[in-house]
Structure formats: structure tokens, C-alpha cells
């Protein structure tokens, strides 16, 4: 498996960007696809969530402003950040789920993309 996260940069407050992980050697459509985020000095969070129905959840920092999509042909899922906040600061990683049965899933997770948002 394979992710390759891509379109992190730097920003000034209010500015949008648009992060996309390109997934290689799975059944892209069998996984759950999400975003985590993690700060200097923070555990990783996750930030958004769509599942292989393409059902979304956002954590509650990200709703309203984050949007995350999927493409099962080109095996891709973005997330779109608008009014980026310095608090959105953090290296973002691509995360893949594959649910195998209750309680039992495998992940895979992308290189991680940094994002920085100056005030």
C-alpha cells in the first residue's frame, strides 16, 4: 500500500488550501479514507473521515470549514481547508482503513504533508 499525500503549504490566516493523497496497491474502494493532523507537541487527531459510501464526520475544528471527498477512479481523496486558522497548523497525514471485521482493521498511512497558517 501506498500514499502519497500532496499540496500542503503555507498560508495566511482566513486562506484555503486543498490536500490530496494518491492511494497505490489497494482496492481504494474497500477503504475507509481520512485525514489526521498532528501538531508539534500534540498527539495526531483526526480531522475528517469518508467512508466507502462516501459518508463524511468532520472533527468539530474542521466542520464548516474542511471538506473531505473521494474518488474511487482515480483513487484519491482530498480534503479542501478553507478559513485556515494559525490553530490548523500541523504536518497532515493520509490515513487508510481497511475494516476486516468487528474491531479488527488495518492502516496505512501516507508521509504527511505540512500545512503552516501565519497569523
Known amino acids: 500500500v501506498q500514499l502519497q499525500a500532496s499540496g500542503g503549504g503555507s498560508v495566511q490566516s482566513g486562506g484555503s488550501l486543498r490536500l490530496s493523497c494518491a492511494a497505490s496497491r489497494i482496492t481504494f474502494s474497500a477503504y475507509v479514507m481520512a485525514w489526521y493532523r498532528q501538531a508539534p507537541g500534540k498527539q495526531r487527531e483526526l480531522v475528517a473521515s469518508?467512508?466507502?459510501?462516501?459518508?463524511?464526520d468532520y472533527a468539530d475544528s474542521a466542520k464548516g470549514r474542511f471538506t473531505i471527498s473521494r474518488d474511487n477512479t482515480k483513487n484519491t481523496v482530498s480534503l479542501r481547508m478553507n478559513s485556515l486558522e494559525p490553530e490548523d497548523t500541523a504536518v497532515y497525514y493520509c490515513?487508510?482503513?481497511?475494516?476486516?471485521?468487528?474491531?479488527?482493521?488495518?492502516?496505512?498511512w501516507g508521509q504527511g504533508t505540512q500545512v503552516t497558517v501565519s497569523s
Open positions: 469518508i467512508t466507502t459510501g462516501s459518508s463524511t
Open positions: 490515513n487508510a482503513r481497511l475494516v476486516v471485521g468487528l474491531g479488527q482493521s488495518y492502516d496505512y
